[in-house]
């Protein structure tokens, strides 16, 4: 049974087939974990767009292959820029090969522009898998796997990154990011402040390289090893929120889930309620300790601890 002539890589009668998007991950660090597809994309690609060309021509030096196609670089500097040209020789049938410096395209790379343009003109996109510094880290760490949220790179501002924290500080996957070496010592810091010191955490460096080191511990003690200066490409997981009974909520922490939620950008009735279901709670259990602390903040503002 043959597709319909309006269906992705079918031509309608007049038109050129469509061509393929192919999104290829590529090492980490060790280049003997090269997908054995990707030689062989890399070989028969009409364009291959790289994040860093130079990077691009050392990976396939050690390979032992030759691009067949036409290189461009694709980079978060010229992304929105070259997507249409890319797009209109997928449209013209070509098949374009997107490659980054390291891992998937499209997950803290860049891709997903490119990507979203291909499938709005029901393009093919399909992807050559490949090794996953989130994956590894979060395999490495020790921590639980059932759940967990890939939240990327923190804001490089304090307030800013902080605030991010704060937002997720409820909740009970384990969380993923990546984070510049240079910014570690203050991120770990910060998110003693935001999750508590105690929460357990694996800082994950060089993953498949010479130098691989899994260093884990508590914030605290992640934060205070850091100070003195971390190398190599970053990955950090850190344990989730741990549940608790409603009993151990005291109407403190009920009114601090509100705040955060609040300044997360949700209204107050949605993040009373949001608590609410959270903590196993009545509504107006988390209601009534956030009017206790507004009223308590209004006889003693310089306290500071209601809400306004």
Not at 292 to 300: H, L, Q, V
Request: glycine share 10%; aromatic share 4%; proline share 7%.
């Amino acid at each position: 049974m043959t597709g319909s002539a309006d269906s992705p890589g079918n031509p309608s009668p007049g038109n050129p087939p469509a061509g393929t998007l192919v999104l290829a991950g590529t090492p980490i660090g060790d280049v003997a974990d090269a997908p054995p597809r990707l030689a062989a994309e890399l070989e028969s690609a009409d364009v291959v767009a790289a994040e860093d060309t130079r990077r691009l021509r050392r990976l396939t030096q050690a390979l032992g292959v030759q691009v067949g196609g036409r290189v461009v670089s694709y980079f978060e500097g010229n992304e929105s820029a070259r997507t249409p040209d890319l797009v209109e020789a997928l449209v013209g049938g070509a098949r374009v090969l997107l490659v980054t410096d390291a891992g998937m395209p499209s997950v803290s790379d860049p891709g997903y522009r490119l990507v979203a343009a291909a499938v709005e003109k029901d393009i093919r996109v399909t992807a050559v898998p490949g090794p996953s510094a989130v994956l590894t880290a979060l395999a490495l760490s020790g921590l639980p796997v059932d759940r967990f949220c890939f939240e990327g790179f923190l804001p490089r501002k304090a307030g800013e990154r902080l605030s991010r924290l704060r937002e997720v500080a409820g909740d009970r996957r384990t969380l993923v990011y990546f984070e510049a070496p240079h910014r570690i010592d203050d991120t770990l810091a910060a998110m003693a402040e935001a999750f508590g010191e105690e929460r357990r955490a694996a800082v994950c460096r060089e993953l498949t390289k010479t130098y691989e080191e899994v260093k884990r511990g508590s914030l605290k003690e992640l934060a205070e090893w850091a100070a003195d200066g971390v190398r190599g490409e970053i990955t950090v997981v850190v344990e989730g929120a741990p549940e608790k009974n409603p009993a151990e909520l005291d109407p403190d922490e009920l009114v601090r889930r509100v705040r955060v939620r609040e300044e997360a950008g949700e209204r107050r009735k949605e993040a009373i309620a949001a608590v609410a279901a959270e903590a196993g709670l009545p509504k107006r259990d988390v209601f009534d300790a956030v009017v206790a602390a507004k009223n308590a903040a209004r006889s003693a503002p310089s306290e500071g601890k209601g809400l306004s």
